[in-house]
């Protein structure tokens, strides 16, 4: 009874199979991320700090693919501007699902310092992509993109896979 | 050389182009010219053995409100003096000669001044906007720009 | 022909052990890329003064697995522009060409796939194939990287090819046999039986003995070549060309390039290792020689000479390709023929 | 007949031998958001057409918005690698137009600092231009070091990268007390890591062969383009600010200015260009130790500034020698608290611009290396 229960509980990823499965697909995705290091300005540069040895980002199984294609999150480091808009977009469409967003820096957050008289930048990224974890400050600090980059591992192993429909209560 | 210098020599030679020196410490001396003339004045500024000014250092364009302005600071790398020379155009019709032939340098300077300030260099071999897309419409820098609401669906402000 | 492979002794001729001896390397591929893909994150940390992947598994090791349960898992796409079949076809074509080399790869005294006596003849051969597919697939992608990346691997496959199959030839001049089974059983005892120390015979051997150092030079250095490495890793140049021919390619697809370009790195590898540097023999004379140990000595071997790979790949820049041509035709070919002609007249002189 | 010549027209037309290619916005080598226009024809580039905007953040717009004090973070964002060099000569420039005497000892700070920002910027500079030449292991090394001079200006100002620490009159803070030690250490380190790389990428044959000859830029070319910074030094032109026009106190100091001399091929190529600058950081290293040496141990860090800072109606053009190049800046100063005008002279703006000029006829791979060793920031050409 109890393990037929287990099996059909909606509440437990469905099941102990699909569940582990589940848990383990999870796992994969958010240990081994590929980015797109979509570097714009200033942030760009503390995220090549980030890159080498005192804080090795590659810790995390992170590896950086130029190819928009083979990339699993993108991140946008430095101010968006209007001209520059439209080539975001064009690139988070090439990705491959899963696609993952990190906005790095207040000016991707939401404009930053540019917020009120920058005609030519855009007031955050999310104005035209989802964004996924933000990582604030101007720049963020090399523990910042650690902790973002912490965040984002999390958000992935908690995705739910099977039974999307039954665990967010749509009938 | 000295500014008042330059500004004699020029005279002697262009008399009714040259319009003032204003010297006005600690500001820079500047030398107010005839836009019509700009072209020769630069070309003999950077010809003539006792000038050698052939190093452009900046280009600028300015709205000075009835009038737009184009400043260029000039340096000479072998007799090591400066000078700064002014043009002013009235914003209807801001047409300055460009200067590109002289220094090369100005190439993207003039652009950038056309782009931001909207002045109209003529003689330039690809006057087109440099730092803004190349639909984006007004010149920003004027102090009556005011910001599109929109650009392809993005809000701008 | 005969007693090349232990399964036949053990399970007859049937279409289970064919089955069972084509899947051994096949794993073996699997996992050895898996491991490669560590040693490459590791040893490049290790150079560059930095940890490498250190959250998956303890001190990382499981870092390769997540890796393929994350590719398995992406999308793949096909480019509306690209020409579908061949975009879909070269990731196959290009694993095939890898992954068919091995079948006359000599394991171990016992085991070798299959031991046609033209081995060291269908290893070039099949090789080529890969020239094939990455052609296809820069093609197919319909990008411009995409197309210049294949254009330039293609060019350097093809100019590389030759000094590597002169240093081979110069063995089976030595061995006077194309079976790499053959070969590797000539180059029994001590390791200066080995081809890189003029083969087995008497004491004559050591005027061939620069040249064939020399040759085993021009051959790991062509090999270098072939699977598109640092320095010769222009097809794929990360600062010039994207990603090089695979570009476009996502998923699974481009895991195939991925564990192709490893299964390469091997299988010239393991080539140098047969001809050049005893094969699955022990370096010691007879201190652990046997079909078991075979099989250490001959991974050790090849492993090693993908690790000195990975070493160079993290320490050197890369050529232009007008550099990597004027190495390819009018340094390494020259030599590499000097070599084989100074081997031929001591043959026919022996 | 008529078929004929149809058809030698359709062959003229069929000219395709040349591909458009765009490198950029998004390419790992442009340094940013560059974008690039390229012909080639083959392999060899026939046509440039740099492309800039892509990260235009209205600087000009911003200042004449903002009070004088308030400009100086979005100053820290322009070149975003170097951002004490670049607060220097705006400071300079409002400091003359108030007529303000700084303290020496501010002084010393201020050449102190910006001349490790300029280590870091030359570090950053020749670590990038590895890259581009495919060694990743050396900008790693300089990476590595970097870390250690961010931490002592971050100690100062409390920012790891854009510091705002240099204020009209004065600086945001005084030293602290192991100052002297720290920068003498990271000296040390910085002289092994160079000693290192130079055996590892400098004088590497494949590195040599990759970028002797490239981009080969006249002096005349150069001063034409009023290019200026190493760029213009690697050609063999000796023109330093520091010792043309020498600026704060950089009379005081015995150090000399490295030129491109052709070593391994013809003067003003990528390799001069390159060694340029790491000679420059053995000279900065030198420029410190002295002002270590000189500087005053008590002292104010802030001269009597004005609270409200008002300079009067007047205009300065003030340069000084940043790591990149001259970096000016033109104030136009209408006694309010706010400037009428400022404009940014940028040095990479201006050095960038010579890039269709020079290489043209090289190859595809080398306008890489070439971009790189003009050591450009996008911040500070589209500003």
Redesign the interface.
């Known amino acids: 009874m109890g393990l037929l229960n287990k099996l059909d509980d909606p509440y437990d990823g469905g099941g102990i199979i699909l569940g582990k499965v589940e848990e383990?697909?999870n796992?994969?995705?958010s240990?081994?991320d590929w980015y797109l290091h979509?570097?714009?300005?200033?942030c760009?540069?503390?995220f090549?700090?980030m890159?080498?040895?005192?804080f090795?980002f590659?810790?995390?199984?992170t590896?950086p693919?130029?190819?928009p294609?083979?990339a699993?999150f993108i991140m946008v480091t430095?101010?968006v501007?209007?001209?520059?808009?439209?080539?975001i977009k064009v690139?988070y469409e090439?990705m491959?699902?899963?696609k993952y967003v990190i906005s790095v820096g207040s000016c991707s957050n939401c404009g930053g310092?540019?917020w009120?008289?920058?005609?030519?930048?855009?007031?955050g990224v999310d104005?035209?992509i989802p964004v996924d974890v933000y990582i604030p400050g101007?720049?963020p600090?090399p523990e910042a993109f650690e902790e973002g980059m912490m965040k984002l591992q999390e958000k992935i192993s908690h995705q739910a896979i099977f039974n999307k429909r039954k665990r967010l209560g749509i009938e | 050389m000295l500014p008042n210098e330059i500004f004699e020599k020029l005279r002697s030679v262009y008399s009714d182009q040259i319009i003032e020196l204003i010297e006005n410490h600690p500001s820079d001396s500047f030398i107010t010219v005839n836009a019509s003339a700009l072209f020769e004045i630069c070309h003999s500024l950077r010809d003539e053995a006792f000038f050698m000014f052939d190093y452009l250092m900046s280009l600028t364009g300015m709205d000075l409100g009835e009038n737009l302005g184009v400043v260029y600071h000039l340096y000479s790398m072998q007799l090591k003096h400066k000078i700064v020379i002014k043009a002013f155009v009235p914003k209807e019709q801001p047409k300055v000669p460009s200067v590109e032939r002289i220094w090369r340098t100005a190439d993207w300077h003039e652009r950038e001044a056309y782009d931001l300030i909207g002045v109209n260099f003529e003689g330039h071999h690809n006057l087109i906007r440099i730092?803004?897309?190349y639909d984006w419409e007004g010149y920003?820098l004027r102090k009556d720009?005011t910001?599109p609401e929109m650009?392809?669906g993005?809000?701008?402000? | 022909m005969e007693n090349t492979n232990f399964l036949w002794d053990l399970m007859g001729k049937n279409i289970w052990s064919v089955l069972l001896v084509i899947s051994l390397p096949l794993m073996f591929v699997l996992v050895y890329a898996l491991i490669a893909i560590l040693a490459e994150?590791k040893i490049s940390?290790w150079i560059?003064?930095?940890?490498?992947?250190?959250?998956?598994g303890p001190w990382?090791i499981?870092?390769p697995?997540?890796?393929?349960?994350?590719l398995?898992?992406?999308?793949?796409?096909t480019p509306d522009q690209s020409s579908k079949l061949l975009y879909n076809l070269a990731p196959f074509i290009i694993f095939t060409g890898a992954y068919a080399a091995f079948a006359v790869i000599p394991f171990s005294e016992a085991f070798v796939p299959s031991g046609i006596d033209v081995g060291l003849f269908y290893v070039f051969a099949i090789g080529s194939i890969s020239a094939m597919g990455i052609v296809m697939g820069g093609w197919a992608s319909n990008n411009k990287y995409s197309l210049m990346g294949a254009m330039r691997a293609v060019s350097q496959l093809i100019s590389y090819e030759i000094p590597a199959a002169f240093a081979v030839l110069s063995v089976v001049v030595l061995a006077s046999s194309m079976n790499m089974q053959e070969i590797s059983k000539m180059q029994t005892g001590w390791f200066w039986n080995w081809f890189i120390f003029g083969g087995p015979g008497s004491i004559s051997k050591i005027w061939v003995i620069p040249f064939t150092v020399g040759l085993t030079l021009i051959y790991f250095i062509s090999s270098l070549a072939e699977t598109n490495r640092v320095p010769f890793d222009i097809p794929e140049g990360?600062s010039e060309l994207?990603?090089g021919f695979?570009?476009?390619?996502?998923?699974m697809k481009?895991a195939m390039f991925f564990f192709a370009e490893y299964a390469n790195m091997f299988v010239v590898a393991a080539i140098l290792t047969t001809i050049f540097l005893g094969g699955w023999n022990s370096p010691f004379g007879d201190f652990m020689q046997g079909p078991w140990w075979g099989v250490f000595w001959f991974i050790a071997k090849s492993f090693s000479v993908v690790l000195v790979q990975i070493w160079i790949r993290w320490t050197l820049p890369r050529f232009r390709v007008d550099q990597l041509m004027y190495v390819g035709w009018k340094v390494l070919l020259p030599l590499s023929f000097v070599c084989f002609i100074a081997i031929s007249l001591f043959v026919m002189l022996k | 007949m008529s078929e004929k010549k149809r058809l030698d027209l359709e062959y003229s037309q069929l000219d395709s031998d040349r591909m458009r290619l765009n490198v950029g916005?998004?390419?790992?080598s442009t340094h940013?958001?560059l974008r690039l226009e390229v012909e080639i024809d083959g392999e060899i580039v026939t046509e440039v057409i740099p492309h800039l905007?892509?990260?235009?953040?209205?600087f000009e717009?911003?200042c004449e918005?903002m009070t004088y004090p308030q400009i100086i973070?979005?100053i820290d964002?322009m070149d975003?690698?170097s951002a004490m060099n670049n607060e220097w000569p705006y400071v300079m420039a409002l400091e003359k137009m108030l007529d303000i005497k700084v303290p020496e000892k501010v002084e010393y700070i201020r050449v102190i600092v910006a001349e490790l920002n300029r280590i870091a910027n030359h570090q950053?500079a020749v670590a990038t231009f590895g890259l581009d030449a495919g060694a990743f292991t050396p900008?790693?090394f300089f990476?590595?070091d970097?870390?250690y001079i961010?931490w002592i200006l971050e100690k100062l100002s409390g920012a790891?990268?854009?510091y705002n620490y240099f204020r009209v009159g004065g600086l945001a803070g005084d030293t602290y007390p192991s100052f002297k030690e720290e920068c003498l250490n990271v000296i040390e380190k910085v002289r092994k890591t160079n000693a290192e790389v130079m055996d590892l990428l400098i004088y590497n044959r494949i590195f040599i062969q990759r970028t002797a000859n490239v981009g080969i830029l006249t002096p005349e070319v150069a001063v034409n383009y009023a290019c200026s910074g190493p760029v213009l030094r690697g050609s063999g032109l000796r023109y330093d600010l520091r010792k043309d026009e020498p600026y704060s106190i950089y009379d005081r100091f015995d150090f000399e200015v490295p030129v491109g001399k052709g070593e391994v091929g013809f003067v003003g190529d990528c390799w001069d260009r390159n060694i340029v600058r790491m000679q420059e950081m053995e000279q900065s290293c030198r420029i410190i130790e002295q002002a270590l040496a000189q500087m005053p141990e008590t002292g104010d860090v802030k001269a009597n500034v004005p609270k409200r800072i008002k300079p009067p109606k007047g205009e300065v053009y003030m340069r000084t020698e940043n790591p990149k190049g001259d970096l000016g800046f033109y104030i136009v100063s209408n006694g309010t608290d706010k400037p009428e005008r400022l404009k940014a002279r940028g040095t990479s703006f201006v050095n960038l611009s010579v890039i269709p000029e020079i290489s043209k006829g090289y190859m595809f791979a080398d306008l890489i290396l070439i971009l790189g060793s003009i050591d450009i920031v996008?911040?500070e050409v589209d500003r």
Request: include cysteine; glycine fraction near 8%; aromatic fraction near 10%.
């Open positions: 383990l697909l796992w994969g995705r240990k081994s979509f570097g714009l300005a200033c760009a540069i503390e090549m700090a890159n080498a040895s005192h090795d590659m810790r995390f199984g590896i693919r130029t190819s294609r083979q699993d430095g101010t501007t209007f001209k520059m808009a439209d080539r690139l090439q491959a699902e899963p310092p540019y009120e008289h920058g005609y030519h930048v855009l007031k104005k035209i101007c720049p600090r | 730092l803004l897309p920003p720009y910001a650009y392809h993005m809000k701008v402000s | 994150l940390a560059q003064e930095r940890l490498g992947p250190m959250r998956t990382g499981l870092q697995v997540a890796e393929v349960v994350k398995i898992q992406k999308e793949d796409i990360e994207v990603a695979h570009t476009e390619y996502s998923g481009f | 916005p998004q390419h790992p940013g958001v905007g892509y990260l235009h953040r209205s717009k911003h918005k973070p979005y964002r975003y690698i950053i900008f790693l990476f590595r970097r870390e961010i790891r990268l854009l996008l911040g």
